[in-house]
């Protein structure tokens, strides 16, 4: 029997849009392979074994009578999916990220696995970048794998991978998923009308219920979200900008202040997004707010870690001037969500997972598809990783910021990483509605560095 989509990652074909494509992103910069980037290429040639769905792709049911099934490609060409790329000199960091908006904006071709790595060189202090793109369908659990995860290793030294032959096997044609598809209707009758339900009507109720939806946002769901620049017609070109923190700088923040990192790190977003609102003009009284989806991994009722990550509503407190303040009141705010969903710990989180950022940024965005935009104003995610240094063919990873997709009408999201003694922040923005995203990023930056100097 094939391997069916099931209906969350099924939806996530049927409302993406061209308008907004759902691949999450990621770009990691590395000081140059002593190889050149062949080495990395190669690389992923000889791990492509170690996800297997990265040579598989999705063949739909005609007529809908079931979910889609995964399938290898038995026209799979690695050379497609890895591409090389180079900037002009200087190789700036603005020119980077130019090519990672225009990269970003390009939705995934459906008709190949639904992921895409570009190598760059070219970079300005003998670096090399590598750009991913992976469909949020890709990733169903907390165990899952993605392919820059399994590029990364603890040591520089770390030995070859011994090659693995592959052969794809047949996929089925159309007679062979009809005739599957009834076979299944015969032993539950009731497969066809979920497939529909979920495929056509119901999938937002659906992906709201499979995404853990906690009492705290049936509570905000009453009332909509505040009206602000951010949410607007979304247009089809992004702008992707980053901004970087010391996490030592952060910890004493915390130490000083209270709180968790990740309270610190919203408190930072928070007093981010007032000073950009109030360069926009736009009116801040003490009542502004800007209510953002805010991803959690949780662990199950035994205690013990497990593949769920919840959605939870957070009013961010634009309005309040003193970040003190703002900070003590998204701890009070975050304390209930930890409370409510048992959230898994930062140390729990990187022990269970490795280092997989594209992974956990894909499940915040899974836990955020289908619930309507109405009911909140941005995604941020936050996701830890491991405090040191990780290698790519022997190469030094230095940075890594997270690209999590936008839903419609929605002009900004926000991931957020740790790793290595450093925060990275990735901002991706519509480029019509908030094309000064810069500004954000640079603005990110000053209110680490003023609630430093208040925390000393």
Same mark, same amino acid.
């Given at each position: 029997?094939?391997?069916?989509?099931?209906?969350?990652?099924?939806?996530?074909?049927?409302?993406?849009?061209?308008?907004?494509?759902?691949?999450?992103?990621?770009?990691?910069?590395?000081?140059?392979?002593?190889?050149?980037?062949?080495?990395?290429?190669?690389?992923?040639?000889?791990?492509?074994?170690?996800? $297997?769905?990265?040579?598989?792709?999705?063949?739909?049911? $005609?007529?809908?009578?079931?979910?889609?099934?995964?399938?290898?490609?038995?026209?799979?060409? *690695?050379?497609?999916?890895?591409?090389?790329?180079? /900037?002009?000199?200087?190789?700036?960091?603005?020119?980077?990220?130019?090519?990672?908006?225009?990269?970003?904006?390009?939705?995934?071709?459906?008709?190949?696995?639904?992921?895409?790595?570009?190598?760059?060189?070219?970079? &300005?202090?003998?670096?090399?970048?590598?750009?991913?793109?992976?469909?949020?369908?890709?990733?169903?659990?907390?165990?899952?794998?993605?392919?820059? +995860?399994?590029?990364?290793?603890?040591? @520089?030294?770390?030995?070859?991978?011994?090659?693995?032959?592959?052969? @794809?096997?047949?996929?089925?044609?159309?007679?062979?998923?009809?005739?599957?598809?009834?076979?299944?209707?015969?032993?539950?009758?009731?497969?066809?009308?979920?497939?529909?339900?979920?495929?056509?009507?119901?999938?937002?109720?659906?992906?709201?219920?499979?995404?853990?939806?906690?009492?705290?946002?049936?509570?905000?769901?009453?009332?909509?979200?505040?009206?602000?620049?951010?949410?607007?017609?979304?247009?089809? +070109?992004?702008? *992707?900008?980053?901004?970087?923190?010391?996490?030592?700088? *952060?910890?004493?923040?915390?130490?000083?202040?209270? #709180?968790?990192?990740?309270?610190?790190?919203?408190?930072?977003?928070?007093?981010?997004?007032?000073?950009?609102?109030?360069?926009?003009?736009?009116?801040?009284?003490?009542?502004?707010?800007?209510?953002? /989806?805010?991803?959690?991994?949780?662990?199950?009722?035994?205690?013990? $870690?497990?593949?769920?990550?919840?959605?939870?509503?957070?009013?961010?407190? *634009?309005?309040?001037? !003193?970040?003190?303040?703002?900070?003590?009141?998204?701890?009070?705010?975050?304390?209930?969500?930890?409370?409510?969903?048992?959230?898994?710990?930062?140390?729990?989180?990187?022990?269970?997972?490795?280092?997989?950022?594209?992974?956990?940024?894909?499940? #915040?965005?899974?836990?955020?598809?289908?619930? &309507?935009?109405?009911?909140?104003?941005?995604?941020?995610? !936050?996701?830890?990783?491991?405090?040191?240094?990780?290698?790519?063919?022997?190469?030094?990873?230095?940075?890594?910021?997270?690209?999590?997709?936008?839903?419609?009408?929605?002009?900004? &999201?926000?991931?957020?990483?740790?790793?290595? #003694?450093?925060?990275?922040?990735?901002?991706?923005?519509?480029?019509?509605?908030?094309?000064?995203?810069?500004?954000?990023?640079?603005?990110?930056? +000053?209110?680490?560095?003023?609630?430093?100097?208040?925390?000393?």
């Amino acid at each position: 029997m094939v391997e069916r989509l099931t209906a969350l990652d099924a939806s996530f074909l049927y409302l993406e849009e061209r308008d907004t494509p759902m691949h999450v992103g990621g770009v990691l910069l590395l000081e140059a392979p002593r190889e050149g980037v062949s080495a990395i290429e190669s690389l992923v040639t000889a791990r492509l074994a170690l996800v $297997p769905r990265y040579r598989q792709r999705v063949l739909e049911v $005609p007529g809908h009578l079931a979910n889609p099934v995964w399938a290898d490609d038995p026209d799979f060409d *690695v050379d497609y999916h890895v591409r090389r790329s180079a /900037l002009p000199r200087p190789g700036t960091e603005a020119q980077l990220l130019e090519l990672v908006s225009r990269l970003m904006s390009r939705p995934l071709d459906r008709g190949r696995p639904l992921w895409e790595l570009y190598l760059v060189e070219g970079l &300005s202090g003998d670096r090399v970048a590598v750009i991913t793109k992976t469909h949020p369908a890709l990733v169903d659990g907390l165990s899952a794998i993605d392919i820059g +995860q399994v590029l990364l290793d603890v040591a @520089p030294d770390a030995p070859p991978p011994a090659a693995e032959p592959w052969t @794809p096997q047949r996929p089925p044609g159309t007679p062979e998923l009809v005739a599957q598809a009834l076979e299944e209707y015969l032993r539950r009758p009731s497969a066809v009308i979920d497939t529909v339900r979920s495929a056509v009507t119901d999938v937002r109720a659906n992906a709201a219920r499979l995404a853990g939806v906690g009492r705290e946002l049936l509570r905000s769901a009453v009332f909509p979200a505040p009206h602000t620049p951010l949410n607007a017609t979304t247009g089809r +070109q992004r702008r *992707v900008a980053v901004a970087r923190a010391d996490l030592d700088e *952060v910890k004493k923040i915390r130490t000083v202040h209270g #709180g968790t990192v990740n309270d610190v790190l919203l408190t930072v977003v928070t007093g981010a997004l007032r000073e950009w609102l109030l360069s926009r003009g736009e009116p801040v009284v003490g009542s502004t707010s800007v209510r953002a /989806l805010v991803p959690v991994a949780l662990q199950d009722a035994d205690a013990s $870690p497990g593949g769920r990550v919840a959605s939870f509503l957070v009013d961010l407190p *634009v309005g309040e001037a !003193n970040p003190g303040v703002r900070l003590a009141r998204l701890g009070y705010a975050m304390r209930g969500v930890a409370q409510e969903g048992r959230s898994v710990g930062a140390d729990r989180l990187i022990a269970l997972t490795g280092f997989a950022p594209s992974t956990m940024h894909a499940l #915040g965005v899974r836990a955020a598809r289908g619930l &309507s935009r109405r009911l909140f104003n941005l995604v941020i995610t !936050n996701v830890p990783g491991p405090q040191v240094p990780l290698y790519a063919a022997g190469a030094r990873m230095l940075e890594v910021f997270p690209v999590v997709p936008l839903a419609r009408g929605q002009g900004l &999201s926000i991931g957020i990483t740790s790793y290595d #003694g450093s925060v990275f922040v990735g901002l991706n923005a519509d480029r019509d509605g908030v094309g000064d995203v810069d500004v954000l990023a640079d603005l990110i930056e +000053q209110e680490v560095a003023e609630l430093v100097r208040t925390s000393w």
